[in-house]
C-alpha cells in the first residue's frame, strides 16, 4: 500500500486539464470485469481521498481511508488548513443488494497529524490499525520515495508509528464510531525509532506486515512483528524501496513493489515466506524465495493487492496510459507459482482492468472478492479545479481478467 504521508501525494497527472483528453465510454470497457459503479467520497468534501481497505465482513459493510478536507466555509483566510492526510472510518450504504455509497465519514485521527495505510483489525470492525505521526510531524522535508522528484511523492516521518483505535459498541454490538465512543491512539508493540507504515494482519492475526526505515536512513525494508512471540523478523532487505507488502490469501506468500534498480521505477515482486512449522506452527523466519514479476524499463508498476483466490494480483501501471495516466492492471500468478526456485519465471499474462482518463490506482477487493474498491480521478470537478480530483470509487467484479501476454 502506498503512504500518503507528510507530504501531499500528487495523483493528477501531467499535462492539460482531464477534459482535454478524448472522451471515454468507460463504463462499457469496463463492463467485462466491473459494473455497478459507484463514487464513495465527493470532492464537495474532501479535496482528495485515497488508498481504503475495506473490513473483513462478507459482504463487507465498513471501510477505513484517508483522505484531505476541504475547508470548511467561513474560516478567516489565516485559519491554518490541513495538508496531511487523516484517517477516516465509514459504513457502507446498501440499496438492495449492492453497495450505493458511504454513510457519514468519521475522522479517527488526531488533528494535525500526518497518517496513512489504515486497515481493520480481523474480525472486528470496531477496531483500526493505521500509520500517524500523532501530532504534527516536525520535519517537512523528510527522506521519501518520488518517481521524478516532482510527481508521485511522499516521505517517510520519523515520527510515523503503527498505532490502533477502538470504537465503542452500539446498537446489536455494532461499531459506534463516535467522537465519544473512541478510545485514546495506542502505539503497537512493533514501534521503534524511524519510519513505520504501510501494514496489515495476516489471516491468522498473528503476524503484522509492515514497512520500516530505520532513523537516519532513507532504504524503506519489509519487516513481520511476531504478536505470539512478541519479535520483529526482517523479510526484504536489499537496498532501493521495498514496501506496501500484503499476505496472500493462504498466508504463504507476500506481495510488494521495490525500486530494486534504484531509477525509482517502482515493480512488482512476490517472495514465499519461510515458517518454522516443526517446532512452532506458523511462525515467519524469512522468506524461502524471491519472484520479480514486473520489469519494464520506464514502466512503473505499483500497488499490488491479492484477489481472495490467491490466484492473480491487481495493481495500479503507467504501462497502458504512461505516467499521465495509471490505470488498474492485474496480473496473473500461475505462471509464477509454478516456476521452481532459481528459474525464471515465463511471461506473465496481464489484463487491463480500468479504461478512464486521469489516475486510477490503489486497488482492493473485499474478502469475498465481490467487489474492487479504488482511488480514481475519473468524477466531477468542482470549482476552481482542473481536473477531477482524486476519490473513493467502488464497483462489483463480474468476471475474471481477461488475460493478454505481456513484454
Known amino acids: ?91 457502507l450504504r446498501y440499496e438492495g443488494d449492492r453497495v450505493a455509497g458511504l454513510e457519514a465519514p468519521v475522522r479517527v485521527s488526531p488533528a494535525g497529524s500526518a497518517n496513512t495505510c489504515g486497515w481493520f483489525e480481523l474480525g472486528d470492525a470496531a477496531s483500526v490499525v493505521f ?145 518454522d512449522d516443526a517446532s512452532d506452527p506458523g511462525r515467519i523466519t524469512g522468506t524461502r524465495r524471491e519472484i520479480q514479476l514486473t520489469d519494464a524499463d520506464g514502466v512503473v508498476s505499483w500497488c499490488p493487492y491479492w484477489h481472495p483466490s490467491g490466484s492473480y494480483l491487481v495493481y495500479a501501471s503507467s504501462a497502458a496510459g504512461g505516467h499521465q495516466n495509471y490505470e488498474v492492471m492485474a496480473i496473473d500468478l500461475a505462471p509464477a507459482l509454478a516456476t521452481t526456485a532459481g528459474a525464471a519465471p515465463p511471461a506473465a499474462r496481464t489484463a487491463r482492468v480500468t479504461h478512464a482518463p486521469g489516475f486510477d490506482g490503489l486497488p482492493v477487493f473485499s474478502r469475498d472478492g465481490a467487489y474492487m474498491m479504488w482511488t480514481s480521478q475519473r468524477g466531477p470537478m468542482v470549482e476552481g479545479e482542473s481536473r477531477p480530483s482524486s476519490q473513493l470509487w467502488i464497483a462489483r467484479v463480474k468476471g475474471q481478467p481477461a488475460w493478454g501476454e505481456s513484454k
Open 131 to 275: 500509520g500517524s505521526t500523532i501530532t504534527a510531524p516536525a520535519q517537512t522535508d523528510s527522506p521519501g520515495y518520488s518517481r521524478d522528484r516532482q510527481r508521485y511523492s511522499w516521505q517517510f516521518p520519523v515520527e510515523m508509528e503503527i498505532v490502533s483505535v477502538k470504537a465503542g459498541r452500539g446498537t446489536g454490538g455494532e461499531p459506534d464510531w463516535s467522537d465519544g465512543a473512541r478510545s485514546a491512539h495506542k502505539t503497537l508493540a512493533m514501534s521503534r525509532p524511524g519510519y513505520d507504515a504501510e501494514g496489515s494482519w495476516s489471516a491468522d492475526g498473528r503476524h503484522y506486515l509492515y514497512t520500516h526505515v530505520a532513523a537516519g536512513t532513507s532504504d524503506p525494508n519489509i519487516w513481520v512483528w511476531d504478536e505470539v512471540r512478541r519479535e520483529q523478523t526482517p523479510l526484504v532487505g536489499p537496498p532501493g524501496y521495498d514496501g506496501g507488502p500484503f499476505f496472500s490469501p493462504n498466508g504463504r506468500w507476500i506481495c510488494y513493489r521495490s525500486d530494486r534498480k534504484g531509477n525509482n521505477e517502482l515493480q512488482l515482486f512476490i517472495a514465499e515466506l519461510a515458517r
Open 1 to 91: 500500500m502506498i503512504t500518503f504521508a507528510a507530504a501531499m501525494i500528487v495523483l493528477q497527472p501531467s499535462g492539460g486539464p482531464a477534459s482535454a483528453s478524448p472522451p471515454v465510454d468507460w463504463r462499457a470497457a469496463e463492463a467485462p470485469y466491473l459494473t455497478d459503479h459507484v463514487q464513495l467520497t465527493m470532492p464537495e468534501r474532501f479535496a482528495r481521498a485515497g488508498e481504503a481497505y475495506f473490513d473483513h465482513q462478507s459482504p463487507p459493510r465498513w471501510v477505513v481511508f484517508q483522505a484531505i478536507e476541504r475547508p470548511a466555509a467561513g474560516l478567516p483566510t489565516d485559519a491554518p488548513v490541513e495538508t496531511n492526510y487523516a484517517m477516516y472510518v465509514a459504513k
